[in-house]
């Protein structure tokens, strides 16, 4: 299989270039509000809360795949999963350096995992946070694995048998992904037009997976983390189906450690987000 015709492995660990951020105490009351998160210093924007993490990068989120990822196959692309590592919140006055790299590839029988890897520094250089995204290229199977996949985070039977700790029940708004798209910078089509989005085969808008995760993680902020977002140092998710406007999310949360729970997200029967895990400090 040649470079044109599949992944191309020689660009795989190249970093990007880097991209810069400031970051606003506007901005950051404006992502807040915009999923509907409760948590008073985030709305005030004293501090980011997590999944603010994507906004910095969000322009540069496919950049890594370019140089090995052919064209052609981008219209294929799904975000799998999504694992953030806090080293520090992002407070307002930041100025973030961010850049990217694409690890590595699996072919499977239904398409390709692909995983990038991005980091966001001040511009003193100290490190902020780390990403781990994981996209899935849909029906087309690369035929190899090659480098180094994201890590797992897979939700164990044995915690499921246990009860859960605690159970969140959330409504995403009708005009959710509207507020959404300009606090996040995510100007997507199939969260804002309804033909579009059912030309992609969709029943209409979607709701955006990461402000889905949002919710997820003012949900364990309040619920077992005491709203300090200081004290999370890991969030992660697999994407499992679309949520839509209107409709209500339940999220169920198991202790999966000392300092760590493991949750899934409903909607109705129906698993929107599972495989998650959050990390806490002490």
Same mark, same amino acid.
């Given at each position: 299989?040649?470079?044109?015709?599949?992944?191309?492995?020689?660009?795989?660990?190249?970093?990007?270039?880097?991209?810069? @951020?400031?970051?606003?105490?506007?901005?950051?009351?404006?992502?807040?509000?915009?999923?509907?998160? $409760?948590?008073?210093?985030?709305?005030?924007?004293?501090?980011?809360?997590? /999944?603010?993490? +994507?906004?910095?990068?969000?322009?540069?989120?496919?950049? $890594?795949?370019?140089?090995?990822?052919?064209?052609?196959?981008?219209?294929?692309?799904?975000?799998?999963?999504?694992?953030?590592?806090?080293?520090?919140? +992002?407070?307002?006055?930041?100025?973030?350096?961010?850049?990217?790299?694409?690890?590595?590839?699996?072919?499977?029988?239904?398409?390709?995992?692909?995983?990038?890897?991005?980091?966001?520094?001040?511009?003193? !250089?100290?490190?902020?946070?780390?990403?781990?995204?994981?996209?899935?290229?849909?029906?087309?199977?690369?035929?190899?694995?090659?480098?180094?996949?994201?890590?797992?985070?897979?939700?164990?039977?044995?915690?499921?048998?246990?009860?859960?700790?605690?159970?969140?029940?959330?409504?995403?708004?009708?005009?959710?992904?509207?507020?959404?798209?300009?606090?996040?910078?995510?100007?997507? $089509?199939?969260?804002?037009?309804?033909?579009?989005?059912?030309?992609?085969?969709?029943?209409?808008? +979607?709701?955006?997976?990461?402000? /889905?995760?949002?919710?997820?993680?003012?949900?364990? %902020?309040?619920?077992?983390? !005491?709203?300090? /977002?200081?004290? %999370?140092?890991?969030?992660? /998710?697999? @994407?499992?189906?679309? *949520?839509? $406007?209107?409709?209500?999310?339940?999220?169920?949360?198991?202790?999966?450690?000392?300092?760590?729970?493991?949750?899934?997200?409903? *909607?109705?029967?129906?698993?929107? +987000?599972?495989? !998650?895990?959050?990390?806490?400090?002490?």
């Amino acid at each position: 299989m040649t470079a044109q015709e599949g992944f191309d492995p020689a660009g795989l660990d190249q970093w990007t270039g880097e991209s810069r @951020f400031e970051v606003t105490r506007e901005r950051l009351a404006e992502y807040a509000a915009a999923t509907n998160d $409760p948590i008073p210093a985030h709305l005030a924007g004293d501090v980011a809360s997590p /999944v603010f993490a +994507i906004v910095p990068v969000f322009e540069s989120l496919l950049e $890594p795949a370019l140089e090995v990822v052919p064209a052609r196959l981008f219209g294929k692309v799904l975000h799998g999963m999504q694992d953030f590592r806090f080293h520090r919140p +992002i407070r307002p006055g930041d100025k973030l350096v961010s850049r990217g790299k694409m690890t590595g590839y699996e072919g499977l029988s239904n398409g390709t995992r692909a995983s990038v890897y991005l980091e966001s520094r001040t511009e003193d !250089g100290e490190l902020v946070n780390e990403q781990f995204v994981t996209f899935f290229v849909r029906g087309f199977d690369t035929g190899e694995t090659r480098g180094e996949l994201a890590p797992g985070h897979k939700f164990e039977d044995a915690t499921r048998a246990q009860a859960p700790v605690a159970k969140v029940s959330q409504h995403v708004d009708e005009n959710q992904t509207y507020r959404y798209s300009p606090a996040a910078g995510d100007p997507m $089509p199939i969260h804002l037009d309804p033909e579009v989005a059912k030309d992609s085969g969709l029943p209409g808008i +979607i709701a955006h997976g990461l402000c /889905v995760m949002a919710f997820t993680s003012w949900a364990l %902020l309040t619920e077992v983390g !005491g709203s300090d /977002v200081d004290r %999370l140092k890991r969030l992660a /998710v697999r @994407f499992a189906k679309p *949520v839509l $406007p209107g409709q209500d999310l339940s999220t169920e949360i198991w202790r999966a450690g000392e300092s760590a729970y493991a949750f899934e997200t409903t *909607v109705g029967d129906t698993v929107v +987000i599972k495989d !998650g895990l959050a990390e806490f400090a002490d």
